[in-house]
């Protein structure tokens, strides 16, 4: 009797007739002179983007498969690295980018399929993609923007503003000293150990999913607002002035120089504690 193939094999099978699936990884290694650069970006496709800050020598780490070219140009006080496909039809086809670099640079890290991750310091950081989570971590004092289209962000010990946006994943942001933008289409939002500066304003906003504040502190004093249109408050806060009702609250506490503070859910609690 005939071996029966399962539907996996099936698929692999068929992948592998289209030839998507069987291209071989290639690695490179290159060293990166960056000076005299203050701008890094970082554009690829079905592949991330990971970068690691600190004292070690610049370097580049690239895993490509299938017919795609890498660009490695210094262009004025900027450096590009960008993955291109050779061929208009390449299934299969990526780029991963590991890169060490030093502090103080601005990075512009792009994936259209993938992951990103960073972890130090540095001067600002945008980062987006389509299809991938999101990823930093000692950011230092830098402006962060981070964008994914679907999948979760996580932002831990940073020192300045933070703007998360994903369509469809939670946000989770810790141990951040700085103005907030937190909005997700569909996930949890949660700020732990946020310190908001005087007189910022910061929103938290998600439309199917719970909106948690925990250890929040506003040394300027402190505005707060929350509604949600589906789901319960509580807010229990220390020297805090609360009014709340079944599914809105405005919360107060002291001082020359608030913070504002907005949270909202179409379809989830929201907490503060």
Not at 29 to 42: F, S, T, W
Not at 241 to 263: C, D, E, H, I, T
Request: include cysteine; proline fraction near 5%.
């Amino acid at each position: 009797m005939a071996n029966r193939l399962s539907p996996q094999q099936h698929v692999a099978d068929l992948l592998g007739l289209l030839g998507i699936g069987t291209e071989p990884t290639v690695q490179e290694d290159h060293a990166l002179n960056l000076g005299g650069i203050r701008q890094l970006e970082a554009h690829t496709f079905n592949g991330s983007i990971s970068v690691r800050v600190g004292t070690a020598p610049p370097h580049l780490t690239i895993r490509r498969k299938g017919d795609v070219s890498i660009t490695l140009e210094p262009r004025g006080d900027s450096f590009y690295i960008e993955a291109h496909k050779n061929s208009p039809i390449c299934p299969g086809c990526g780029a991963s980018f590991e890169l060490t670099l030093p502090e103080g640079l601005i990075l512009i890290l792009h994936s259209s399929n993938g992951a990103i991750h960073s972890e130090g310091s540095m001067a600002r950081l945008e980062a987006r993609t389509s299809n991938g989570a999101i990823t930093v971590k000692g950011s230092g004092a830098a402006e962060i923007k981070l964008h994914t289209s679907n999948g979760r962000i996580s932002v831990m010990e940073a020192q300045g503003p933070v703007s998360a946006k994903t369509s469809n994943g939670a946000i989770e942001l810790r141990q951040v000293e700085g103005a907030v933008e937190a909005r997700t289409s569909n996930g949890a939002v949660a700020l732990e150990g946020l310190t908001l500066p005087p007189g910022s304003q910061s929103r938290a906003a998600t439309s199917n999913g719970s909106v948690k504040v925990v250890g929040l502190q506003a040394p300027g004093g402190l505005e707060a607002e929350g509604h949600t249109s589906n789901g319960s408050v509580s807010v229990e806060l220390q020297d805090t002035r609360v009014q709340a009702r079944r599914q809105s609250f405005s919360a107060q506490q002291a001082g020359r120089n608030p913070a504002k503070l907005w949270l909202e859910s179409s379809n989830g609690s929201i907490s503060m504690r």
